[in-house]
């Protein structure tokens, strides 16, 4: 198996992570050598994302960002429901392509 070295730009934001800790190390010595940067440590937070890292797996959210929303539109106290639809319910391509109004019931 290959060491692999992952590396996302987004405008002046760099994430990057390896299976080999050396890799990561060296890519940030190379970075910091060209381009005036600093090391922030473990990703917590990106674009609206959570991210939680264990030893094993990496869990993406957006608790956070729901939350926000909810308290942008003064609904921080509304009460939980249940997914409006049915488990044996199926859903499949919309193969007519029929456009839909994106704006049709949003009170803002």
């Known amino acids: 198996m290959h060491d ?5 730009i987004y405008v002046d934001d760099t994430i990057f ?5 050396s890799l990561c190390k060296e890519f940030s010595k190379d ?5 005036e940067m600093s090391m922030m440590g473990e ?4 674009l609206g ?4 890292q264990t030893k094993n797996r990496i869990f993406i959210s957006q608790a956070k960002y729901c939350k926000e929303l909810l308290n942008k ?3 921080e106290n509304s009460k939980q429901m249940a997914t409006p ?13 029929q456009l839909v109004d ?4 949003i009170e803002v």
């Open 4 to 8: 692999i070295l992952l590396v996302q």
């Open 17 to 21: 992570g390896s299976t080999n800790n």
């Open 31 to 35: 970075m910091q050598s060209e381009f």
């Open 43 to 46: 990703l917590n937070f990106f």
């Open 49 to 52: 994302l959570q991210i939680k």
């Open 73 to 75: 539109f003064g609904m």
């Open 85 to 97: 639809i049915s488990n044996a319910s199926y859903l499949d391509k919309d193969e007519v392509n």
């Open 102 to 105: 994106i704006k049709k019931n």
